[in-house]
Structures are given as structure tokens and as C-alpha cells.
């Protein structure tokens, strides 16, 4: 008898388990316009998968291991809208484009910066905007407004992100004052970095800043560094001629709806909010970001 309480038990959690899970996709319907535009192979396996760099909160995070945030219910809800399943996986910053360059993944969050780097090997849809801030102590005298503030400090960013590539380009015109730079694969390594003195400052989008600065009242933010379209980034292979336009109609299916909004909301990621979704591809001109 105990053991066939355990067992249901078990089940009644996996059950649950599941329920929580897919909540975020059973809400939103299906939008047969939108599906109809998928390639045969996503349609056939029935799933899209789905690349979300640990970047933290309010854009993917854990809690209770719960994998949660605004990229998180953007890609159950734009599966949803294709009439798919997500199949979501937790991947490093800097693993998410290789990812989609090995097949591993059909799309992947991030919210990227659409940059001509980055267009040599994938495509995009924007999504959402956003700018980035430094991340500092408020105990430190350290508050950057400006890049030209980093000369003779040591700071870091997420690897692979568009903020480490901001500040490895502005090391070059600090000359013989030319910063420590360091690449972090998480935002807690970041934030450990920080609290222990091993970094001034960390560059990071704002939302990013803001949510570590709720967790830990001794971080404060500062400056604002760039900013613009941010994007889910989709594989460049037999499938993208289709995908990527199902990509956008799902987006502004979402955007048209209010569920986009919900989200954004539910994540107090509403600032960042865009009235529509563009792509971007091989030979697209990139968004001007004015970093400064």
C-alpha cells in the first residue's frame, strides 16, 4: 500500500509537473493563418525547438526548477501560435548560435542585437527593444554614464553578447588606459564577479540590470548604452525560407491579439514593447544601435 501511494503520488506530481509547463501554451490558440506558413519538416515533427541562453531574470531564469521569464513564455506562446510544441533547452549565451548553425535548434532567444556579424550566420526577427546599462556597486565611486568612463577599470559583460563586443571596441581608444575585459557565461558569474572586486562593472540590457539590482540591493545601474530592436534569431537552413515568415506572422499575430503585451507585463518588460515584427536577413542593412 505505501509503495502504491508513492507511486501515485509520483504521477499525480508529474502530472502537475506538466500542467505548469505547458500552461503558458494551452492559453493562446492556435492561428491556422500562421500555421499554414510553417515548412513541412517543423510541421511533420510537430515540435519547435527552442535555444534560451541563460541570461537571467526578467528574460530567462529558474525558480522552484521552473524555467521562467519573458523569452521563456514568448516561446511557448509563438509555438502555440504555429499550433507546436515548444521543446525549450537552457543553453549558455554564446551556445545559442552555434546551436542553431549544427541543427540543434530550430530558433533562439536571447534577445540579440542584430548586428552584420551576426547576420554571416543566422537570420532574425525582431522582437523586442532595449538598451544596456553598467551594472556597479553602490558602495564603489564607479558609475559610468559612458563608454569613454571604462578607460583604466575592469569590467565584463556575457559572452558572445553585443555588450562584449561594445567593450572590447572601446578598449581600443583608451590607449595605454586600456580596460580589463572579462566574459562571463551566466549573469550570476557576472554578479559574483562584481560583489567579490574582480570586475567595476558589468555591461548588461537593462532589464538584466534591473532584475539583479531587486536580488541584491547593494547593485545599482548605470548609463544607457545603445539600444534598439532586439530579435529571436532562426536557422539558417532549408527551412528558414518558410520559417522565417511564420516567425513574424506569429509575432504580430501575438502583438495584434494583446497576448504579446500580457507577457511583456508579466515580466515588467513592457518599456521594451515594439508595434511589429521585422526580419532581418543575409543581406539585410542592420539596425544602428549608436553605441557611444
Given at each position: 500500500?505505501?509503495?502504491?501511494?508513492?507511486?501515485?503520488?509520483?504521477?499525480?506530481?508529474?502530472?502537475?509537473?506538466?500542467?505548469?509547463?505547458?500552461?503558458?501554451?494551452?492559453?493562446?490558440?492556435?492561428?491556422?493563418?500562421?500555421?499554414?506558413?510553417?515548412?513541412?519538416?517543423i510541421?511533420?515533427?510537430?515540435?519547435l525547438?527552442?535555444?534560451?541562453?541563460?541570461?537571467?531574470?526578467?528574460l530567462?531564469?529558474?525558480e522552484?526548477?521552473?524555467?521562467?521569464?519573458?523569452?521563456?513564455?514568448?516561446?511557448?506562446?509563438?509555438?502555440?501560435?504555429?499550433?507546436?510544441?515548444?521543446?525549450?533547452?537552457?543553453?549558455?549565451?554564446?551556445?545559442?548560435?552555434?546551436?542553431?548553425?549544427?541543427?540543434?535548434?530550430?530558433?533562439?532567444?536571447g534577445?540579440f542585437?542584430?548586428?552584420?556579424?551576426?547576420?554571416?550566420?543566422?537570420?532574425?526577427?525582431?522582437?523586442?527593444?532595449?538598451?544596456?546599462?553598467?551594472?556597479?556597486?553602490?558602495?564603489?565611486?564607479?558609475?559610468?554614464?559612458?563608454?569613454?568612463?571604462?578607460?583604466?577599470?575592469?569590467?565584463?559583460?556575457m559572452a558572445?553578447?553585443?555588450?562584449?563586443?561594445?567593450?572590447?571596441s572601446?578598449?581600443d581608444?583608451?590607449g595605454?588606459?586600456?580596460?580589463?575585459?572579462?566574459?562571463?557565461?551566466?549573469?550570476?558569474?557576472?554578479i559574483?564577479?562584481?560583489?567579490?572586486?574582480?570586475?567595476?562593472?558589468?555591461?548588461?540590457?537593462?532589464?538584466?540590470?534591473q532584475?539583479?539590482?531587486?536580488?541584491?540591493?547593494?547593485?545599482d545601474?548605470?548609463?544607457e548604452i545603445?539600444?534598439?530592436?532586439?530579435?529571436?534569431?532562426?536557422?539558417?537552413n532549408?527551412?528558414?525560407?518558410?520559417l522565417?515568415?511564420?516567425?513574424?506572422?506569429?509575432?504580430d499575430?501575438?502583438?495584434?491579439s494583446?497576448d504579446?503585451?500580457?507577457?511583456?507585463?508579466?515580466?515588467?518588460?513592457?518599456?521594451?514593447?515594439?508595434?511589429?515584427?521585422?526580419i532581418?536577413?543575409?543581406?539585410?542593412?542592420?539596425?544602428?544601435?549608436?553605441?557611444n
Open positions: 500500500m505505501k509503495m502504491y501511494k508513492s507511486k501515485m503520488w509520483c504521477y499525480a506530481l508529474l502530472a502537475v509537473t506538466s500542467m505548469l509547463a505547458t500552461s503558458a501554451q494551452a492559453a493562446i490558440a492556435k492561428n491556422d493563418r500562421v500555421a499554414a506558413l510553417l515548412p513541412d519538416a510541421k511533420s515533427a510537430g515540435t525547438r527552442i535555444a534560451i541562453p541563460d541570461i537571467g531574470k526578467p530567462a531564469y529558474k522552484n526548477g521552473q524555467l521562467k521569464g519573458m523569452d521563456v513564455e514568448l516561446g511557448h506562446a509563438v509555438a502555440a501560435v504555429m499550433g507546436l510544441k515548444a521543446d525549450i533547452h537552457l543553453v549558455p549565451f554564446a551556445a545559442a548560435l552555434a546551436g542553431l548553425q549544427a541543427n540543434k535548434y530550430d530558433v533562439a532567444y534577445e542585437y542584430v548586428t552584420a556579424e551576426r547576420l554571416k550566420v543566422a537570420d532574425f526577427v525582431s522582437n523586442w527593444q532595449d538598451y544596456s546599462s553598467f551594472l556597479v556597486s553602490k558602495a564603489k565611486d564607479f558609475k559610468p554614464k559612458t563608454l569613454k568612463e571604462i578607460c583604466g577599470h575592469k569590467v565584463g559583460a558572445g553578447s553585443a555588450e562584449l563586443a561594445t567593450l572590447n572601446a578598449k581608444k583608451c595605454s588606459t586600456a580596460p580589463t575585459i572579462s566574459a562571463f557565461a551566466s549573469i550570476n558569474q557576472a559574483l564577479a562584481l560583489n567579490s572586486n574582480r570586475v567595476d562593472g558589468v555591461l548588461i540590457n537593462r532589464g538584466g540590470a532584475e539583479a539590482i531587486n536580488m541584491d540591493k547593494r547593485l545601474a548605470s548609463g545603445g539600444g534598439g530592436p532586439t530579435a529571436t534569431a532562426v536557422a539558417r532549408a527551412n528558414a525560407e518558410k522565417l515568415p511564420a516567425i513574424k506572422s506569429a509575432y499575430s501575438l502583438i495584434q494583446g504579446y503585451m500580457k507577457i511583456l507585463k508579466n515580466n515588467d518588460t513592457a518599456y521594451g514593447a515594439v508595434q511589429s515584427a521585422v532581418y536577413q543575409q543581406n539585410s542593412t542592420p539596425p544602428s544601435y549608436a553605441f
